[in-house]
């Protein structure tokens, strides 16, 4: 093994680090800058050009916080509580393509920190031990807010991992592999998003419960819980939680768009054009392809996912619990099991006729199933509502 | 390739230290003042009554138990949807066959009431 290797590994891990730390840094005014002018507020503009030096005085408070340990805690498990749910966010991002395969220096790069062949198996095991450090923070802190709120909060998200597995199962069926430059790849001619538009919604709307974002926010429902599972951790313990939770809004927001909305890949109407990541650029006497737009692509996509994220926290309120839970056990996993079934006749369809045209069937039969989900859950709720009694 | 999943314990080195120091950085530049009241578990100012963690319902246990129990299900669909193609129609006839036995046991437990949230 060669020792460049290993500095490939270093500089794509720093990368990884760097990028969403960063991230996290400026989601967080991007966030309260957003839901500012939602409200018609102005937010915070004041440290530095349009509040830009915000997240950088934000972190120097909290550097200069006191850290408390309450007298009763788990002392070992609270100090690594919050780095067991920090470190799965950043590492989630290992296996996320950014950028097209390509040669520089004269070797061939893959732009992602490792290309392994069960990618979506990676991302699936790394995204479910978020759930312990969650749950170690609640139970260690021995405050009853903290149990509630860590309980409440691994409740919803291992059942809205369910519906979250199946979402990856609709992409490998689609993509037929597990690798996710392959998945990228297969959305060439057109995105998951376009012939599984079900799937792609059912897999946003179980990732808000998965980062515990609203309406999905119940752990952190501070009216009751005070703020939940981290009522009991201070400075930059707490920053930890606090970076866990942007990063990984940032990290499912880049699975997302691999998975449903062609990863690093162009738009579709850039197809074939010199703003395609395949092209090859003539500059001069150099030749190169345009690799460097894969990220610049993927950091559009993420944008505007984030955005969504921001929106609904901006637009509707929280979810009463046993309607989060009945929603993820009644209705989510019903519909996202039709969905990978309707997808798999689809695929099938379109292999026995050899036309990819019989992929139309797909949406259309999930989005008649997707109607009757939200039929049943507009009946439910009609005969429960405030109305009757 | 194999060799990959060293570039995953390179990152996993990184973002743990990026965690520790972070925790460091707070622990030197914070102040240290602890008292009495401090160090009380916090709830909303009133004194604390009981142990912290006490017992739990058991809705949370029966969720827990469900959950393994259809998280092997999608794990199972993994593999199967890689080799899909191959499998063509004989693969999504056993699949329907596993899926239905599976929905035999989920309609059960909806009629028990298990995913109901009282």
Do not use: C
């Amino acid at each position: 093994m060669d020792w460049t290797i290993w500095v490939e590994w270093l500089i794509k891990s720093l990368f990884v680090v760097f990028a969403l730390l960063t991230g996290f840094a400026y989601l967080t005014l991007y966030e309260r800058r957003a839901l500012a002018k939602i409200q018609v507020r102005i937010g915070p503009n004041r440290a530095g050009w349009q509040g830009l030096l915000q997240p950088v005085a934000d972190a120097v408070k909290l550097i200069f916080k006191e850290e408390l340990t309450p007298a009763k805690a788990d002392k070992l498990v609270f100090f690594w509580a919050p780095i067991i749910t920090m470190v799965p966010s950043i590492v989630i991002a290992a296996v996320i393509p950014f950028g097209p395969t390509t040669t520089l220096f004269g070797r061939t790069i893959v732009f992602s920190v490792a290309n392994i062949n069960v990618g979506v198996l990676f991302l699936m095991a790394v995204a479910s031990i978020a759930v312990y450090g969650i749950v170690l923070a609640g139970w260690s802190s021995n405050n009853k807010y903290a149990m509630l709120g860590g309980l409440r909060s691994s409740a919803q998200m291992i059942s809205y991992e369910l519906s979250l597995g199946l979402g990856f199962v609709t992409a490998i069926l689609l993509g037929n592999s597990m690798n996710l430059h392959d998945i990228v790849d297969a959305q060439r001619n057109v995105w998951f998003a376009v012939v599984q538009p079900v799937g792609a919604l059912i897999f946003m709307i179980v990732t808000l419960a998965e980062v515990n974002r609203a309406p999905f926010d119940m752990p952190e429902a501070e009216q009751e819980l005070t703020a939940g599972y981290h009522s009991e951790y201070s400075g930059m313990k707490f920053a930890l939680f606090f970076m866990a939770e942007y990063q990984k809004m940032i990290a499912i927001s880049m699975i997302a768009a691999t998975l449903f909305f062609g990863g690093y890949r162009e738009f579709w109407f850039l197809k074939d054009t010199f703003l395609s990541v395949d092209a090859i650029w003539n500059i001069g006497p150099w030749q190169f392809q345009a690799w460097f737009l894969g990220p610049i692509y993927m950091l559009l996509k993420v944008v505007v996912l984030l955005f969504f994220m921001i929106w609904i926290r901006a637009t509707w309120p929280r979810i009463r619990y046993d309607r989060l839970m009945s929603f993820g056990w009644k209705v989510l996993l019903p519909l996202s099991l039709a969905v990978v079934f309707i997808s798999a006749v689809g695929v099938l369809v379109a292999q026995q006729f050899d036309n990819n045209w019989y992929l139309a069937i797909i949406p259309i039969f999930s989005s008649v199933a997707g109607l009757v989900a939200v039929g049943f859950v507009d009946q439910a709720l009609r005969r429960k509502s405030y109305a009757s009694h | 390739m194999l060799i990959e999943y060293i570039a995953i314990a390179v990152l996993l080195v990184l973002s743990t230290a990026v965690a520790l120091i972070a925790v460091g950085l707070g622990t030197i530049f914070g102040p240290q003042k602890k008292s009495e009241a401090k160090s009380m578990p916090y709830e909303s100012g009133m004194s604390p009554y009981g142990e912290g963690t006490r017992r739990m319902p058991v809705r949370f246990y029966l969720i827990a138990v469900l959950f393994i129990l259809f998280d092997i299900e999608v794990v199972f669909f993994l593999p199967w949807a890689v080799v899909f193609r191959q499998l063509t129609w004989f693969g999504l006839a056993e699949m329907v066959i596993f899926i239905t036995i599976l929905l035999v046991g989920y309609f059960y437990a909806w009629k028990k009431g298990a995913l109901e949230w009282e």
